[in-house]
């Protein structure tokens, strides 16, 4: 249930863009509660956790929220999460996919009752120092949903595998079941520009794993030559004066595409799952505008592999290195350039694609009026 007391003040939030809505929500939600006892935690409480990552280096907050509690008085909380050990063992499945797949299994939203062995083993770890417990309070005329319409929302949710760091993680899964909006307010320009270089050199990590097939063919390539002349030098100095090695590039090319394809096809997939629930992705121009970075993003990938290949080859002409080595710098910079483009032409691409697709829809129900009238059947509506 919508509290009617706070409607208005969420259509004008809602019209705002995602910088100002973040710079408003973070300044009226600094005001915090320390939780000491368990049955501090009441249900609809937006909870947070204090971390650090990187050894101290990097602090963060984790978030949670309280859906009630079981007839021991126990709290039940809701949340994105996930241990170290089973993230691991998530990514072993899909890790012939790439990291695309695997990244979003990272995090799970699963209800937990505390303590937990898990997350938070007893009272004492409420106020330990640097892992403090707190409520997020949040003003009252910016409460938009009652407490139950809050847990329902939580509870919606649960079992979801939609996670990303930037995009959908703990703390925007908490916003939006308190809001509506599913936004991070830790995730800063500095924090995504990381998160995005960090994303295109685990990309390139598992690139460089799955070049097996073109180092193999390389070496192969190398040797057959010399062998098949009857010459007595070795494979490396017959195949240094080839800087670039047909066979081996393409079949890294090859493997390339073939693997962006099929990660890019998960990804959409997902995507249509998202849409299909109607909570990450609520409409056809959103869904659209996804799937346009995806395809934004394996593109730009792709060629960013295979130039790296021939330009590494051409530049370090020892056999299997130079390709190699060029091949992994192309996909982090074309991951790179990929975002880039993605972040200043996905909007507009997406509402282009929109646009030729309702006029197709708009042809197709002409089409359709017109054969009504030759067989006299009502005419489908299109959405």
């Known amino acids: 249930m919508v509290l009617s007391s706070s409607a208005e003040i969420w259509r004008g939030i809602e019209r705002k863009d995602s910088q100002k809505q973040t710079e408003l929500l973070k300044w009226q939600l600094q005001v915090r509660e320390p939780i000491h006892r368990f049955s501090d935690m009441k249900a609809g409480d937006h909870l947070v956790r204090k971390s650090s990552s990187l050894g101290g280096l990097t602090q963060y907050e984790h978030h949670f929220i309280c859906i009630g509690s079981n007839r021991e008085g126990q709290p039940k909380i809701v949340h994105y999460y996930n241990t170290k050990a089973n993230a691991s063992k998530q990514m072993i499945p899909t890790s012939c996919l790439g990291s695309g797949t695997a990244s979003e299994q990272l995090g799970i939203v699963q209800e937990m009752t505390l303590p937990h062995k898990d997350f938070i083993t007893n009272e004492d770890e409420l106020q330990a120092e640097g892992r403090e417990v707190e409520r997020v309070v949040w003003p009252e005329q910016l409460q938009r949903f009652s407490v139950r319409e809050v847990i329902s929302r939580a509870l919606k949710r649960k079992d979801e595998k939609f996670y990303n760091l930037v995009k959908n993680n703990c703390e925007s899964f908490v916003m939006w079941c308190l809001c509506g909006l599913n936004i991070s307010l830790q995730v800063t320009p500095g924090v995504k520009a990381f998160c995005h270089t960090l994303s295109g050199a685990v990309r390139s990590i598992w690139h460089f794993l799955q070049q097996i097939p073109k180092v193999v063919s390389e070496l192969l390539d190398d040797f057959a030559v010399p062998f098949g002349r009857g010459a007595t030098r070795s494979a490396v100095g017959q195949a240094a004066p080839r800087a670039v090695s047909k066979v081996g590039v393409g079949v890294g090319a090859a493997v390339t595409v073939i693997l962006e394809a099929v990660m890019a096809g998960n990804d959409i997939h997902n995507a249509y799952k998202k849409w299909d629930d109607g909570i990450l992705i ?22 960013g592999s295979i130039a790296g290949m021939v330009i ?35 909007k507009t691409l997406a509402c282009l694609i929109e646009s030729v697709i309702e006029q197709l829809l708009e042809k197709i129900h002409d089409v359709m009026k017109s054969a009504k009238h030759l067989s006299g059947a009502p005419t489908p509506t299109l959405s």
């Open 282 to 303: 609520k409409s056809r121009e959103e869904f659209i505008k996804e799937v346009t970075d995806i395809v934004l993003l394996a593109f730009s990938r792709s060629l």
């Open 312 to 346: 590494g080859q051409i530049l370090i002409p020892i056999p299997v290195v130079g390709g190699l080595v060029g091949a992994v710098l192309g996909v982090l910079g074309g991951h790179v350039v990929g975002k880039f483009i993605s972040e200043t032409s996905t």
